[in-house]
């Protein structure tokens, strides 16, 4: 099947997104508008502690008006920064820990019929806390991020029960219990992120 462009129109653009239109030609005969979010790339972290605990926050996030259950994460938004970078800031900045054991855990498109954004999941292991003189300065939304350690399998619970709904925490949970069922053998190298 052929979907060819027959025009492409930017509507919006900010930091993190653009919106277009485009006159998609269909391959049954005549074409359609199609409105689509361009979006620069988000990772998240699954950091798993020795004690088989995951590190969890709650944030407000005001599309959907609700204070969620999600993973550490962040936007890939630093020119040339390799993905598990991002990941290893983002885990920095949002909850003060660092881990010396990273893994790629899963790639998730989480809303395609809207979207291009691409979530990289990393799982996060050997887990110590940033010391006090390095930590980042949380603003806004952040400024009220609590870690929060949930236990593997009662995160699974959550994310079955509809407590956790952010798609991202949702993969990264279930992926990381399937991951450490199979002795961590599911995993891929960090480095093997697009």
């Not at 485009?22 to 990772?43: K, N």
């Not at 390799?82 to 920095?92: G, I």
Request: glycine content about 6%; hydrophobic content about 45%.
């Amino acid at each position: 099947m052929t979907y060819e462009v027959l025009s492409h129109t930017e509507r919006l653009r900010n930091k993190v997104f653009a919106i277009f239109t485009d006159d998609v030609a269909m391959p049954g005969g005549g074409s359609a508008l199609r409105d689509y979010m361009v979006h620069v790339g988000a990772v998240g972290v699954v950091a798993v502690d020795t004690d088989g605990r995951v590190a969890l926050v709650r944030q407000y996030r005001p599309a959907v008006r609700q204070v969620l259950w999600e993973l550490p994460a962040g936007l890939v938004d630093v020119e040339g920064e390799p993905l598990v970078d991002a990941a290893a800031r983002e885990l920095a900045e949002e909850v003060d820990l660092a881990a010396a054991t990273w893994d790629l855990l899963a790639e998730v498109h989480p809303s395609p019929g809207c979207s291009n954004e691409k979530i990289r999941l990393f799982l996060a292991r050997d887990i110590s806390p940033v010391p006090e003189t390095s930590r980042h300065t949380r603003t806004h939304e952040e400024a009220e991020l609590e870690l929060h350690w949930v236990d593997l399998d009662t995160a699974v619970g959550m994310a079955l029960s509809g407590e956790v709904t952010n798609a991202a925490c949702m993969v990264g949970i279930l992926g990381a219990a399937h991951a450490r069922d199979r002795d961590w053998k599911p995993l891929r190298p960090a480095s093997t992120a697009t």
